[in-house]
Nanobody
Framework: EVQLVESGGGLVQPGGSLRLSCAAS????????LTWVRQAPGKGPEWVSF????????TYTDSVKGRFTISRDDSKNTLNLQMNSLKPEDTAVYYC???????????????RGQGTQVTVSS
């Protein structure tokens, strides 16, 4: 059974930092591309960041470039998202997601976790 469990969310002031983690199990973690997706209240899901199997390629949505860093530790089956210089518009539920072997966009995950709330507010 595929499981993805996020942690690390919380309330932070604008300009602050958070580090999200996702513990994965039930599939060959190191062989799959992974993403972070977020969903703000009243909005649809938004792809945030992508990392390829092996970690050699990463991409970010424009609004988080230079502020967020995605990484993976295949020895621990863990996906991370370091978020710096947080802004109120980053407020959302953040999900880690597993991409299938074949996909045409980064929102075509086949599994995602239950999410962790990130709130940026003074």
């Amino acid at each position: 059974e595929v499981q993805l469990v996020e942690s690390g969310g919380g309330l932070v002031q604008p300009g602050g930092s958070l580090r999200l983690s996702c513990a994965a199990s039930g599939f060959p973690f190191g062989s799959h591309d992974l993403t972070w997706v977020r969903q703000a209240p009243g909005k649809g899901p938004e792809w945030v960041s992508f990392i390829s199997s092996g970690g050699g390629r990463t991409t970010y949505t424009d609004s988080v470039k230079g502020r967020f860093t995605i990484s993976r530790d295949d020895s621990k089956n863990t996906l991370n998202l370091q978020m710096n210089s947080l802004k109120p518009e980053d407020t959302a539920v953040y999900y880690c997601a597993k991409l299938p072997w074949s996909y045409s966009n980064y929102l075509q995950h086949d599994y995602r976790g239950q999410g962790t709330q990130v709130t940026v507010s003074s």
